[in-house]
């Protein structure tokens, strides 16, 4: 992983075609402004969680739903 310092108003590049730039910072929270493409899919990564793992839950075979529910604590059955 590379790490990099920015401040406000400060940018960095990826390859050629795309650019982040720090709008804004606070105590807890960073602003990105991301220039790219518009072919290039930009996703929040807890999105991009989501659906992988909609997509395995959806390959799943009907008949694993028993022994996935039993694995459930009881307060969410």
């Known amino acids: 992983m590379l790490i990099i310092r920015r401040r406000e108003g400060e ?12 709008l804004e910072c606070t105590h807890s929270q960073v602003k990105l402004g991301i220039r790219a493409p518009k072919e290039v ?5 807890e999105i991009h969680l989501t659906r992988e793992q909609n ?3 959806a390959e799943m075979p009907p008949e694993t739903l028993p022994q996935l529910h039993a694995l ?3 307060r969410d059955r």
């Open 72 to 74: 459930l604590p009881a």
């Open 55 to 57: 997509r395995i839950a």
């Open 41 to 45: 899919t930009i996703l929040r990564k």
């Open 11 to 22: 940018a960095l590049l990826i390859g050629e075609e795309i650019e982040l730039e720090i």
